[in-house]
C-alpha cells in the first residue's frame, strides 16, 4: 500500500473519534479613524483583538491597539509619536438557544502616549 493512503486513512480516523468541543475562540482585526477634541485632522487607529470561551461560564479577551502620529504629524517640532492602549476582559456568558450565547465582561486596560523629545 502506498505510505500517503495510509496516512490518510489514519488520519480521517483519528478525526472521526475526536469527541465533539465546544468552545469558541475568534481573532479579529480592526481599523478606524480618531478625531474631534484637540486633534487637527482624523488620525488612523488599528489593532486587534483574541477572544476565548470556552465550554463553560467564563473565557477571557485581549484586545491592543495603536495610533501612529496622534498628537500631529512627525517633523522638526513633535518628533515621532503615538498612542497604543491594551486591554484584558474576563467574559461571562451562559448559552441562549441552540446557537448562541449571551455574554457580559469586565476589564481593565493600559494607554501609553510617546512623544520623542526633539533636540
Known amino acids: 500500500m502506498n505510505m ?4 490518510l ?11 465533539a468541543v465546544h468552545a469558541d475562540t475568534m481573532l479579529s482585526a480592526h ?9 487637527n485632522d482624523s488620525r488612523t487607529t488599528y489593532g486587534g483583538a483574541l477572544t476565548f470561551m470556552g465550554d463553560g461560564a467564563f473565557g477571557f479577551e485581549i484586545e491592543g491597539a495603536h495610533t501612529p502620529d496622534f498628537f500631529g504629524d512627525s517633523d522638526d517640532f513633535l518628533g515621532n509619536n503615538n498612542l497604543s492602549s491594551l486591554m484584558g476582559s474576563i467574559l461571562l456568558g451562559t448559552g441562549f438557544g441552540e446557537s448562541g ?19
Open 4 to 7: 500517503r493512503i495510509i496516512s
Open 9 to 19: 486513512s489514519a488520519m480521517l480516523v483519528a478525526l472521526a473519534a475526536a469527541p
Open 31 to 39: 481599523a478606524g479613524k480618531a478625531f474631534g477634541g484637540d486633534l
Open 101 to 119: 450565547r449571551v455574554y457580559a465582561s469586565v476589564g481593565g486596560g493600559l494607554l501609553k502616549s510617546q512623544v520623542t523629545d526633539v533636540d
